[in-house]
């Protein structure tokens, strides 16, 4: 098969989530860029939120300590990777001897560099968590993320539809940025259905990202669960003017073989198809009162 190389996203939905080596270098080095200044955001985001519980200096206290730990892994390339006629005077871009423009970087590079993004993009969203919960009860450190990631998509997603040169409209536009975003990671293993562009269901056979970090014993099994039960209100910003509905997979996470781990429902919530019934009320997570 034949190197796709896409610069745009302006045809058909693919199906595929993370498809980032589909893309031509040039579309790859934008989005790299996309997601740099998106990491740099994050601190907003997150100090956005919590500053209202923790007031504003404990916030950037805070904001400090993820910069010197989990994003400092992340942070490198950011400020050497310097844009087309970078100015040399500019000290974002001083940091010699590693200066490099983003035309010196070839498609594996970017490829790789993408995703050493998303690796540490999640990795800190979870380092953040662990330090909020030091100074706010749990339940309002989840309760607060949806507004982080409405912080996070609404600075984003306009960067993402210009590379894409697409005008989000239906579901789909948004899925589309959805699985490139800074926050579509390593890929989810799936099978998505189109059945028109505002009715999309995705039978999801593995989580990838889940299943990672649980692996590297970043996610213990009690916050996978609880990642789950408050994943539809966390993922449902990145479709903005849509309805996400998730049918959840069991507590132990263990599903019989040719289930599917969970399932995903995009409409826009007054767009109905033959067959399509509301997902029930799916469980939430119980939090100790004790914790």
């Known amino acids: ?21 589909d893309f ?15 990491l740099h ?38 400020r050497f990777i310097a ?4 100015d040399w005077k500019s000290a974002q871009y001083q940091a010699k001897p590693f200066d490099i423009q983003s035309s010196d970087l070839a498609k ?24 909020w919960v030091k100074s706010i009860p749990e339940e309002e450190v ?15 997603y306009p960067k993402l539809a210009k590379l894409f040169k697409i005008e989000p ?30 009715y999309i269901v995705l039978n999801l056979n593995r989580c990838e990202v889940m299943q990672k970090y649980m692996d590297e ?15 539809q209100r966390i993922s449902a910003p990145f479709f903005p003017g849509c309805k996400l509905e998730i049918k959840l997979p069991p507590p132990d996470l263990k599903i019989p073989q040719g289930h599917p781990f969970c399932v995903w429902i995009y409409t826009r919530g007054d767009q109905t198809a033959a067959g399509y019934k509301p997902l029930p009320p799916q469980p939430q997570f119980q939090f100790n009162s004790a914790e």
């Open 41 to 78: 955001f994050q601190y907003y985001a997150h100090t956005a939120v919590y500053s209202k519980k923790v007031g504003v200096n404990a916030a950037w206290d805070v904001a400090a300590q993820m910069s010197r730990g989990p994003l400092r892994q992340s942070m490198p390339m950011a």
């Open 169 to 198: 409209i239906h579901v789909v536009d948004y899925l589309k940025m959805a699985v490139l975003s800074i926050d579509g990671t390593l890929g989810y293993g799936g099978e998505y259905i189109v059945i028109n562009p505002d």
């Open 83 to 86: 844009p087309e006629g970078w």
């Open 1 to 21: 098969m034949s190197e796709l190389n896409y610069s745009d996203y302006t045809h058909d939905f693919m199906g595929k989530v993370g498809n980032i080596e």
């Open 217 to 231: 014993g970043l996610y213990p099994p009690d916050r996978a669960w609880r990642n789950c039960t408050f994943e």
């Open 108 to 131: 594996p590079a970017l490829i790789r560099l993408i995703q050493s993004y998303w690796d540490q993009y999640l990795k800190a969203h979870n380092y953040w968590i662990d330090i």
């Open 142 to 156: 989840w309760n607060g993320l949806p507004e982080v990631y409405e912080h996070i998509i609404a600075y984003q």
């Open 24 to 38: 031509s270098r040039d579309f790859l080095a934008e989005l790299a860029r996309i997601f740099e200044d998106t």
